[in-house]
């Protein structure tokens, strides 16, 4: 009798943990672009804030991530208006007040894992060279991974990562070489859905992303624009 109950009890705790894992569908529709690489993400019972930079908005956040130090992707104002008591700050590069991350590291905060993951050009390394040891960010919670790849080109280290939804840039001066680069970093990485980011500012245009999501889903693998906010 006893361990049927046991048998049943871990039967109805496996079917909560389904019935609370959400599809990368559920998931896009509780993150917001605010333009070039600014995402606001809702995981894990966290708020978290990638890159914010001139983002209207003061609610607090509970993790600010910011992938490097360009002024594209870091604003110490955004961070500090957008901080609470208990919001924790990580930055993937050095010479700031912030914690430091690195590729390689994992920090988990309740219920949300964060993964540091190279970030770098190949081919333009004077904007983002390996050695500086940049971050993307891939967030785990909820039965998802979501990965930020940051400002990189196509580097082999993707094809070890796999996420459930992936974003990624589409500016070609500074970032991704083509648009097809980008379509196969997404390949790459196994995206079940592929958002571009970082483009439309200062490099990148609307086609751009238009042609990426086209070329994606050539290939079966689903994409789609956000609308910025």
Known sequence: MAKDIVIAATLLLGLAAQSMALTPEEELRRISWYGQSSLRIELGGKLIWIDPVGVSVTERADIILVTHGHGDHYSAADIKRLSGPSTQVLVGFDGSS?????????????ALAIEAV?????????????????CGF??????????????????????SISCDIAFLPLGQTYTMNSVDEAVQSALDVKAKIAVPFHYGRYEGRAVDADDFVAALAAKGV???RLVEK
């Open 98 to 110: 912030f914690a430091r991350i690195k590729p390689g590291d994992v920090k988990t905060i309740g």
């Open 118 to 134: 190279p970030s770098y050009n190949l081919v333009k390394t004077q904007f983002h060279p390996k050695s500086a040891l940049y």
């Open 138 to 159: 891939v967030l785990s919670a909820e039965g998802l991974r979501i990965y930020d790849a940051g400002d990189t080109e196509r580097i082999p280290e993707m094809k």
């Open 222 to 224: 689903q994409a789609q």
